[in-house]
């Protein structure tokens, strides 16, 4: 009596199958139920010991030490083993185009096709001092719109002043005032560079 589960629906109140049928018949419903692409849940009937995990792709149980580390999981491991994980992420990749248009699209919303044409636009050249390869995309932080490409001191720049055109045109207005006051000096006048000192 104990092998079989409760059903208050049929006479003697137990249930037709035994607890082991039961689950197989169970499991067997539910992935007919939900098709081949939810067909990746874990066998009710399958044991997993301790500090082993199992692998929806491949079916097998493997050491935790066989699964990248994720801090946002419960248990502190991706779902799917290295193996796997690799292949889902390399057909993740080319389902996207490659690395290069993944990342742009993830980070700046903009495909490879469009940063190709926004640096043909701009020669290959920075946008600020069109002097150095364009190498970096720069965008808004506030709205995520982006702007053009730059070089890496340009798009360095910009974040040092953080995106403030007020501090960016002091900057320009002190660099004018430091020539002129050069330019101004009196007659005679050198300018020395001081040795440098040792803290």
């Given at each position: 009596?104990?092998?079989?589960?409760?059903?208050?629906?049929?006479?003697?109140?137990?249930?037709?199958?035994?607890?082991?049928?039961?689950?197989?018949?169970?499991?067997?419903?539910?992935?007919?139920?939900?098709?081949?692409?939810?067909?990746?849940i874990r066998p009710r009937s399958l044991v997993v010991p301790?500090?082993?995990?199992?692998?929806?792709?491949?079916?097998?149980?493997?050491?935790?030490?066989?699964?990248?580390?994720?801090?946002?999981?419960?248990?502190?491991?991706?779902?799917?083993?290295?193996?796997?994980?690799?292949?889902?992420?390399?057909?993740?990749?080319?389902?996207?185009?490659?690395?290069?248009?993944?990342?742009?699209?993830?980070?700046?919303?903009?495909?490879?096709?469009?940063?190709?044409?926004?640096?043909?636009?701009q020669d290959g050249l920075c946008a600020i001092c069109r002097?150095?390869?364009?190498?970096?995309?720069?965008?808004?932080?506030?709205?995520?719109?982006?702007?053009?490409?730059?070089?890496?001191?340009?798009?360095?720049?910009?974040?040092?002043?953080?995106?403030?055109?007020?501090?960016?045109?002091?900057?320009?207005?002190?660099?004018?005032?430091?020539?002129?006051?050069?330019?101004?000096?009196?007659?005679?006048?050198?300018?020395?560079?001081?040795?440098?000192?040792?803290?």
């Amino acid at each position: 009596m104990a092998d079989f589960t409760r059903d208050a629906q049929r006479k003697d109140g137990l249930s037709f199958y035994c607890r082991d049928c039961r689950i197989l018949r169970d499991e067997a419903s539910r992935r007919k139920r939900l098709g081949p692409v939810r067909n990746n849940i874990r066998p009710r009937s399958l044991v997993v010991p301790a500090g082993h995990q199992w692998c929806p792709d491949c079916g097998e149980v493997k050491p935790l030490s066989e699964f990248p580390r994720n801090k946002r999981m419960p248990n502190g491991y991706m779902t799917y083993c290295k193996p796997c994980h690799n292949t889902r992420t390399r057909a993740s990749l080319e389902k996207n185009g490659g690395s290069r248009n993944y990342h742009l699209r993830r980070r700046y919303g903009i495909t490879a096709e469009h940063a190709d044409q926004m640096l043909a636009e701009q020669d290959g050249l920075c946008a600020i001092c069109r002097e150095a390869p364009a190498a970096h995309v720069d965008h808004d932080h506030a709205s995520g719109r982006v702007r053009g490409l730059l070089c890496f001191n340009c798009n360095g720049a910009l974040g040092q002043f953080r995106d403030r055109a007020d501090l960016m045109l002091r900057a320009a207005d002190y660099l004018q005032r430091s020539d002129q006051t050069r330019t101004g000096a009196p007659a005679g006048a050198t300018f020395v560079d001081l040795p440098r000192r040792c803290p």
